[in-house]
T-cell receptor, first 115, second 112 residues
């Protein structure tokens, strides 16, 4: 059974640019959640996708957007990057039924640095 | 808004002794509470959870206690082992568990 994988591992971007981060869910999981973890803080919920539809969103601006594909892999897109977007971005997958989400399994994260 | 708080950034205990990690929350609508463990360069790993209808859940060396009136939960590790050294995150969510809120984490160091 393959766990949650994320790519790339590290990324450096310039302020104002756009970035796409990718996540492959654990086999059999139909739900993906994305989190932003700033240095010294806990993960902050960005949004969640269940069967290709958004199933909840945290307090992040619209320039943070996402997609979930039919194979349940997912992308996180961030437009107009700001310095404060520098963080570890975590993806978590889970198996949900009727939109109720059970234990989430995290990938290793993508470290984004905005200069 | 910091709805989940872990007020101790770090904790150090001796191998074999009990480790107690604490967590407070402010949102009475939280229905489900979880503890995650995180090693460097890895994502958080699920450890143990508890539903709001219970006050205790035990899994081997790990026990989580929930005090709803005080909006407080704690994780007990007995006996503590050096391999338990990691950052521990407390998390809470509503009934559908689709908006999980994390605390800032407590770094546990277990000394041999």
């Amino acid at each position: 059974e393959t766990g949650v994988t994320q790519s790339p591992t590290h990324l450096i971007k310039t302020r104002g640019q756009q970035v796409t981060l990718r996540c492959s869910s654990q086999s059999g999981h139909n739900t993906v959640s994305w989190y932003q973890q700033a240095l010294g803080q806990g993960p902050q919920f960005i949004f969640q996708y269940y069967r290709e539809e958004e199933n909840g969103r945290g307090n992040f601006p619209p320039r943070f957007s996402g997609l979930q594909f039919p194979n349940y892999s997912s992308e996180l897109n961030v437009n107009a990057l700001e310095l404060d977007d520098s963080a570890l971005y975590l993806c978590a997958s889970s198996l949900s039924a009727d939109r109720v989400v059970y234990e989430q399994y995290f990938g290793p994260g993508t470290r984004l640095t905005v200069t | 808004d910091q709805q989940v708080k872990q007020n101790s950034p770090s904790l150090s205990v001796q191998e074999g002794r009990i480790s107690i990690l604490n967590c407070d929350y402010t949102n009475s609508m939280f229905d489900y509470f979880l503890w995650y463990k995180k090693y460097p360069a890895e994502g958080p790993t699920f450890l143990i959870s508890i539903s709001s209808i219970k006050d205790k859940n035990e899994d081997g060396r790990f026990t989580v206690f929930l005090n709803k009136s005080a909006k407080h939960l704690s994780l007990h590790i007995v006996p503590s082992q050096p391999g338990d050294s990691a950052v521990y995150f407390c998390a809470a969510s509503g009934v559908n568990n689709n908006d999980m809120r994390f605390g800032a984490g407590t770094r546990l160091t277990v000394k041999p």
